[in-house]
């Protein structure tokens, strides 16, 4: 398969804590994504970074790509109780195949 | 700017039935993807569309089901005959770019009795 995968699962911090989530991907990408899922709703874009990039900032959104390590990851720093939602990274290869990988739950506690 | 639309927003129908789904996409934006969502995992694109043409249907089951997008515009996906394991989300994203950042629906959520 060339799914991405998230790694964990799931993941509970505390309101101000960073959350970090990882990405791995089998083959050679164009793009990597990352999108957010509240629950009963669809996705929401967050960041696009390209197989040319290494890292990309969007307010509290840090995310970094590793071509040689085939890996993501995204850090949400000061993290808020709306923060809680399901992320998942999609990976685009072989002319606009996506494949999104299975989530990361995140729950943030106030 | 108005949003992708999808309906209806819920759909219940017994086994071997058939079902239609309908998405708007933003206006504009050439490229639309359908994709299954099964609960607890991440969505899984069944067909793509670049204007009316598709790109990539290579994960659809083409037995029980098929998609159009008529001049370009918005697009349906139809399920005939369900079977149960087709209970899902069924998601509708366009994009303006064709490797572009996607903008989902949300979803039609079908259950199959």
């Known amino acids: 398969s060339q799914q991405g995968e998230e790694d964990p699962q799931a993941l509970s911090i505390q309101e101000g804590e960073n959350a970090t989530m990882n990405c791995s991907y089998k083959t050679s990408i164009n793009n990597l994504q990352w999108y957010r899922q509240n629950s009963g709703r669809g996705l929401v874009h967050l960041i696009l970074?390209?197989?040319?990039?290494r890292e990309k900032h969007s307010g509290r959104l840090r995310v970094t790509l590793d071509t040689s390590k085939k890996s993501s990851s995204l850090l949400i720093t000061a993290s808020r109780a709306a923060d809680t939602a399901s992320y998942f990274c999609a990976t685009d290869w072989n002319f606009n195949k996506f494949y999104f990988g299975s989530g990361t739950k995140l729950n943030v506690k106030p | 700017e108005a949003g992708v639309a999808q309906s209806p927003r819920y759909k219940i129908i017994e086994k071997r039935q058939s079902v239609a789904f309908w998405c708007n996409p933003i206006s504009g934006h050439a490229t639309l993807y359908w994709y299954q969502q099964i609960l607890g995992q991440g969505p899984k694109l069944l067909i793509q569309?670049?204007?009316?043409?598709?790109?990539?249907d290579s994960q659809l089951p083409k037995d029980r089901f098929s998609a159009e997008r008529l001049k370009g515009v918005d697009s349906t996906l139809k399920i005939q005959p369900a079977k149960l394991e087709d209970s899902a989300v069924y998601l509708c994203?366009?994009?303006?770019?064709?490797?572009?950042?996607?903008?989902f629906g949300d979803g039609t959520r079908l259950s199959i009795l």
């Open positions: 569309f670049q204007n009316n043409g598709v790109v990539d």
């Open positions: 970074i390209r197989s040319n990039e």
């Open positions: 994203a366009s994009s303006l770019e064709e490797r572009g950042a996607q903008h």
